[in-house]
């Protein structure tokens, strides 16, 4: 990989990294309301996303995307800080404030929101991908999916229709070893997704989510695939959240180590690029200069207004209007 | 938009007129997939066996053969798949027609239908729309059992952003459907099974009858019996057994279940001073209850008698026919709650 290239990758990393950071502090505060859930740790797969996913794409992003989601809107439309400001529940947020966290989309960006109720989308997103067969349309789908949605029945159902109508469906699949606290391998009959998904008969790779340049490297052949017209695709990323359970941490203290220090998407790419040459300094500036961004982005957030009352009952229907209190 | 009349007097199946031959609900509702298809270019079909077979009760026949395999899809048994490529798709501007063979499968693509094609426009604050329609058979009288034959729209009455339409008869139901494929709005089109085989005159080629609109199915002075689907014959038949008593019955049917048309409904109470709610489904908790408590909050002063109910059981369907007629509601029930609000009255 070109080293301006994986630059540009470890800025978005970093984009991604301090968006986090700057959140969880500010939700510790108490200033941001409902759940939170953070890529933290899982900056390399949500990188490689974004930077092969085009605004004509769709992705349906999961919860733990925000990041994603802020590089799509940044890269596309320049306005990442509207993330944020949904994500405070403000009216200039990508849905006014409307969705949050868990359903933050801009179908300009290629962003068509998450579902709260985990792993919905897996046969959504087959509806985006027909409608682009049938009309000839480049476009992949992508649905990003824990490895905890792996038990929803959908996600055979999702996998059967798209092998069947060879669709153009990208699953990405984060396999960060946990649903809540429950082990991949204890939740499902094989630790690798990719096993329960070979079955259905099209492509299933895995990758370190960890390795930027596998990552992205995998990205880019799934979506070659996808986009030459030869059906779906699914990659497994093999990677880790720094965020544990609500009350704390709970896995073992080697593999919290192991994933933090030693296998750590940010760190590991330090290294590549201190290796051709790039001075640690440039780095040092690269992370200080997406964490000022960040803080703008929370004080536009902060400074937004909420939403007008009257957006309570508004877009409920096309057709009708639902009377206020 | 043209509004339709409804068929006041269907012919009972046993003594259909030789001509001119009138159309079934089936055949009305296959003209209105008919004229969609040929009209909008973003509308498929999808269901299970709704291609060369053309679905379990008929109602998408030849139109494989005339559209093609592309727009006119089978799917495996997979509901939530079925609704969920009816969701993507309709978010990116096509207009599905799904078919869930019974209604009593809507449990499958439950979260599709309240999570995802109800709150995408909402949630996402305008974005997006869902423009699909499920088209369903629901409800009982015909032995199918359990999983058969349930009236499943209070399973989606509480879900703001669903549009639920539920037809009488056959022209109702060509011009019902024509609007659904038309509304941006998610659509839950109910297709009551005991109809299908019902004749009416229905008018040639494309026109829409308006979603949140009742009709008024017959006028009358005394009382008014707001009903749907196959309630709104079985009422229509109660009202003219009444009408020999010298009781003059006004019949509601409400066409479309949710938005519903109160101002319709609320007039014609404010005139007759009574009323009485028919529904097949269970009493608690569905169309029936909402109906009776909002006639109760918005005309107490004009009313001269409680609001009458008329429902199913609270029970399952079961399959014996004895037993099934026993839990379902019939004209006669209807009758019955009809001469008890006029006694009851002040
Ligand atoms: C259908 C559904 N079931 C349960 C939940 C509660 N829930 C929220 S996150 C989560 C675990 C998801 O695990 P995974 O997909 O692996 O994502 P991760 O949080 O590990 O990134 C669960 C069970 C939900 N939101 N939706
Ligand atoms: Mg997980």
């Known amino acids: ?325 | 938009m043209n509004d339709t009349q409804l068929d006041a007097n269907p012919a009972p199946s046993d003594a259909r007129p030789k001509k001119p031959r009138k159309t079934s609900f089936t055949k009305a509702l296959n003209d209105a997939l008919d004229l969609g298809m040929d009209r909008f270019d973003e509308m498929f079909l999808i269901g299970e066996d709704i291609a060369e077979m053309g679905g379990d009760f008929g109602v998408t026949r030849k139109l494989w053969a005339k559209y093609g395999a592309e727009r006119v899809r089978d799917t495996p048994l997979s509901e939530a798949a079925i609704i969920g490529t009816c969701v993507g798709a309709a978010m990116v501007g096509m207009r599905p027609v799904a078919e869930i063979m019974f209604a009593d499968f809507l449990g499958e693509c439950y979260d599709q239908i309240v999570n995802n094609a109800a709150k995408v426009r909402y949630m996402f604050d305008g974005q997006f729309s869902a423009p699909l329609v499920i088209r369903t058979a629901c409800g009982g009288g015909f032995g199918g059992g359990p999983h058969h034959s349930q009236s499943v729209e209070g399973w989606f009455l509480n879900v703001p952003g669903i549009v639920i339409v539920a037809p009488s008869n056959p022209a109702d139901a060509k011009g019902l459907l024509l609007a659904s494929i038309e509304s941006d709005d998610p659509v839950l089109f109910l297709e009551h099974k005991a109809l299908y085989r019902a004749r009416s005159d229905v008018p040639d080629g494309y026109y829409t009858t308006p979603l949140g609109k009742a009709a008024v199915a017959r006028t009358g002075t005394d009382l008014t019996v707001v009903a749907t689907m196959r309630m709104v014959p079985m009422a229509l038949t109660a009202a003219e057994e009444l009408e020999a008593e010298g009781v003059s019955v006004e019949v509601i049917d409400l066409r479309t279940i949710r938005p519903y048309d109160a101002e319709t409904l609320l007039e014609s109470v404010a005139k007759t001073g009574r009323a009485v709610v028919a529904n097949e489904a269970p009493k608690i908790g569905g169309l029936g209850a909402e109906l009776s408590a909002r006639i109760h909050e918005e005309c107490f002063s004009e009313l001269s008698a409680p609001v009458g109910r008329v429902d199913g059981l609270d029970a399952p369907i079961p399959f014996s026919v004895p037993l099934e007629h026993e839990v379902l509601p019939d004209e006669t029930d209807i009758a019955t709650a009809i001469r008890a609000t006029m006694e009851a009255s002040r």
């Open chain 1, 1 to 325: 990989m070109e080293r301006e290239q994986l630059l540009d990758l470890y800025r978005d990393m970093w984009l991604i990294r301090a968006f986090e950071q700057g959140l969880e502090a500010e939700f510790e505060q108490g200033n941001v309301p409902g759940m939170l859930h953070t890529g933290l740790g899982q900056e390399a797969t949500q990188a490689a996303l974004a930077n092969n996913l085009k605004a004509s794409d769709a992705f349906f992003p999961d919860h733990r995307c925000h990041g994603l989601n802020a590089l799509a809107q940044q890269r596309h439309k320049g306005d990442g800080e509207r993330i944020m400001a949904e994500l405070f529940a403000k009216s200039t947020g990508v849905c006014g404030g409307k969705g949050g966290s868990l359903h933050s989309a801009d179908p300009s960006v290629g962003n068509f929101g998450d579902n709260a109720v985990e792993g919905s989308y897996l046969v959504t997103v087959l509806g985006v991908a027909l409608a682009a067969k049938m009309r000839g349309e480049s476009r992949v789908a992508c649905a990003v999916l824990g490895d905890g949605t792996v038990g929803r029945g959908e996600f055979h159902e999702s996998l059967n229709m798209a092998a069947i109508w060879d669709l153009p469906v990208f699953y990405a699949c984060v396999n960060n070893g946990y649903a809540i606290a429950t082990p991949v391998g204890e939740g499902h009959a094989s630790a690798d997704i990719v096993d329960l998904a070979r079955g259905y008969g099209f492509p299933c790779e895995q990758v370190d989510g960890n390795d930027i340049v596998a990552s992205h490297d995998a990205v880019a052949k799934a979506i070659g695939h996808i986009r030459a017209g030869k059906g779906p695709y699914f990659l497994e990323f093999k990677t880790w959240r720094w965020q544990g359970i609500f009350a704390g941490e709970f896995r073992p203290e080697a593999e919290v180590k192991y994933w933090r220090e030693d296998h750590d998407p940010i760190l590991m790419t330090d290294e590549l690029l201190i290796d051709r040459g790039v001075d640690a300094d440039e780095l040092a500036a690269i992370e200080q200069q997406q964490h000022a961004l960040i803080a703008e982005w929370i004080a536009f957030a902060k400074e937004s207004p909420p939403p007008d009352l009257v957006k309570a009952t508004a877009d409920v229907y096309a057709q009708w209007e639902v009377g206020g209190r």
